[in-house]
């Protein structure tokens, strides 16, 4: 079975949410059979707020993508999310 790259923008809740906040509670919280990538970039969005850009590699089963997205828009932190690029590995 094979893994696919999954690359999301990440926007925060808000202005006092930084990338580290973001990035910390989404490490604290994932499943052990996501993986996501070191240093995720920083993307400026508007009044002030930051958001990421996160890449993750998940195994290539039904369900996981579905998964990873209802525990990422479960953060309180994160405000929303998209999936700007998708690729199997």
């Known amino acids: ?8 923008e990440i926007r925060p809740e808000s202005v006092e949410v930084t ?3 973001v990035e910390g509670k989404i490490r604290a919280g994932l499943d052990p059979k996501f993986q996501m ?10 009044f002030g707020m930051v958001g990421i850009i ?4 998940i195994p290539e089963e039904d369900g996981a993508q579905d ?4 525990f990422l828009n479960s953060l309180e932190e994160i405000s929303s999310i998209q999936m700007t690029f998708v690729t199997r590995l």
Do not use: H, R
């Not at 079975?1 to 999301?8: A, D, I, K």
């Not at 996160?54 to 590699?57: A, D, K, L, M, N």
């Open 37 to 46: 990538q070191d240093n995720p970039e920083e993307k400026p969005l508007f």
């Open 1 to 8: 079975m094979g893994s696919v790259l999954l690359v999301y």
């Open 19 to 21: 990338p580290e906040i």
């Open 67 to 70: 998964q990873l997205e209802q």
């Open 54 to 57: 996160g890449q993750f590699i």
